[in-house]
């Protein structure tokens, strides 16, 4: 099994920058792909960017394209998200999953931690 741990959230003014980090732990080498999503008060949760653990692709939604970005330095077996021009409507709980090698699922989550952006 899958332990992830996020940390970086906060409060931030609209246009400024976090970044998120994501620690895993336990059994990663069954980890096909690691995921940011965020859930906003009163919306679904979304996925926000992914990235293959071995591999070097990404994904980003629209929303966040030339805003966010994810990457990962497989040593230390962290995902970052690396957040600039921040809006009001990134304002979510973001959470850190792990999709297995063999279902592709996310099946591990981390426990969220909170973004705010004010005005």
């Known amino acids: 099994q899958v332990q992830l741990v996020e940390s970086g959230g906060g409060l931030v003014q609209a246009g400024g920058s976090l970044r998120l980090s994501c620690v895993a732990s336990g059994r990663t080498a069954s980890t096909y792909g690691l995921g940011w999503f965020r859930q906003a008060p009163g919306k679904e949760r979304e996925l926000v960017a992914a990235l293959c653990w071995s591999g070097g692709s990404t994904y980003h939604i629209d929303s966040v394209n030339g805003r966010f970005t994810i990457s990962k330095d497989n040593a230390q077996r962290t995902v970052y998200l690396q957040m600039h021009s921040l809006k009001p409507e990134d304002t979510a709980v973001y959470y850190c999953?792990?999709?297995?090698?063999?279902?592709?699922?996310?099946?591990?989550w981390g426990q969220g931690t909170q973004v705010a952006v004010s005005p």
């Open positions: 999953a792990a999709q297995t090698m063999i279902t592709r699922r996310y099946a591990a």
